[in-house]
Structures are given as C-alpha cells and as structure tokens.
Nanobody, 119 residues
Framework: QVQLVESGGGLVQAGGSLRLSCEASGSMFRVYSMSWYRQAPGKERGLVSTIRILPPVGETTYSNAVKGRFTISRDSATNTVFLQMNKLKPEDTAVYYC??????????WGQGTQVTVSS
C-alpha cells in the first residue's frame, strides 16, 4: 500500500499563493507518477498536474487552467510532492487531492486538503 498525506491548504485572497505538500509512505516500488487533482463543489474531480517518478523522471504536465501559475515538484529523499500555487483565483477553490499511480495497481489517494480563494 501507499499512504498519502496532504497539507498546506487554507484560505487566501485572490492573487495570493499557497504551497501544498503530499508526503508518501509505504511501498513506493513501481510508483510511476504522482499527481494533484482537485474537486470543486458540484463538479467532477479533475487533474491539475502530474510529475513522473519513473522515466522520464521529473517530466511534468499541467492542466490549461493552471499552466504558468502552478508548479509541481518532488523531493525524492522524503517522497514528498509539492504544488506551488501562485496568482490564485477564486475558481481555484476546491479540495485538492494527492494521487499516486503504481504499475499493476489501482490508484492511491490522499484525504484531500481544502483550498479557498476569496475575491
């Protein structure tokens, strides 16, 4: 199993910044990517950003909605993935979930962290 614990959410004004963290523990063998998803009230959960853990290591992708404002990164020594969120907008308000994908396995999810951006 892989356990994921998110932190760093909160309330911020539009234009501000937040940094989310996701600490992974357990069997990280064969985990090939880690991602951030978000879900706003009444909407489906959607992919925000991904970072590759297996080759191509470090490759990142972003949704069009956050490209240029959010940055995903990883500390391999602590198995922690970060999401630096800048220039936040009210439409970024959502519960943010950490996700890990492991070869031959179902996805693993964290419990989520609330991000609220006030206008």
């Amino acid at each position: 199993q892989v356990q994921l614990v998110e932190s760093g959410g909160g309330l911020v004004q539009a234009g501000g910044s937040l940094r989310l963290s996701c600490e992974a523990s357990g069997s990280m063998f064969r985990v090939y990517s880690m991602s951030w998803y978000r879900q706003a009230p009444g909407k489906e959960r959607g992919l925000v950003s991904t970072i590759r853990i297996l080759p191509p290591v470090g490759e990142t992708t972003y949704s069009n909605a956050v490209k240029g404002r959010f940055t995903i990164s990883r500390d391999s020594a602590t198995n922690t993935v970060f999401l630096q969120m800048n220039k936040l907008k009210p439409e970024d308000t959502a519960v943010y979930y950490c996700n890990a994908k492991r070869l031959g396995d179902a996805d693993f999810w964290g419990q989520g962290t609330q991000v609220t951006v006030s206008s």
